[in-house]
């Protein structure tokens, strides 16, 4: 069983900064690909982020690349979200993943914490 809880959402003026945190200790098996996804208002869920064990590879959506950056910190169960150079459209409730998969050619999911709000005001 996995748990994933997010923190480090907020209100913040575009072009700012702001990291997310996400502890998501657990079966070893269901961490091994973590990732951020996000969902506004209206708008279905989608794909932000994702990282392998360790490390070893990432992977963004197109709207974030080179601006986030994901890495995680497996001694500290601890993945992260570094969002830099924020636009209104980033706005979203952001949400932690455990146990990512693809279908389909889409990112999916089992585990998912409980979402942490992200605002960025224009």
């Known amino acids: 069983q996995v748990q994933p809880v997010e923190s480090g959402g907020g209100l913040v003026q575009a072009g700012g900064s702001l990291r997310l945190s996400c502890v998501a200790s657990?079966?070893?098996?269901?961490?091994?690909?973590m990732g951020w996804f996000r969902q506004a208002p209206g708008k279905e869920r989608e794909f932000v982020a994702a990282?392998?064990?360790?490390?070893?590879?990432?992977d963004y959506a197109d709207s974030v690349k080179g601006r986030f950056t994901i890495s995680r910190d497996d001694a500290k169960d601890t993945v992260y979200l570094e969002m830099n150079s924020l636009k209104s459209e980033d706005t979203a409730v952001y949400y932690c993943?455990?146990?990512?998969?693809?279908?389909?050619?889409?990112?999916?999911?089992?585990?998912w914490g409980q979402g942490t709000q992200v605002t960025v005001s224009s």
């Open positions: 993943a455990a146990d990512l998969a693809v279908y389909g050619g889409r990112y999916n999911a089992y585990y």
């Open positions: 990282i392998t064990w360790r490390g070893f590879s990432t």
């Open positions: 657990g079966r070893a098996s269901s961490t091994i690909n």
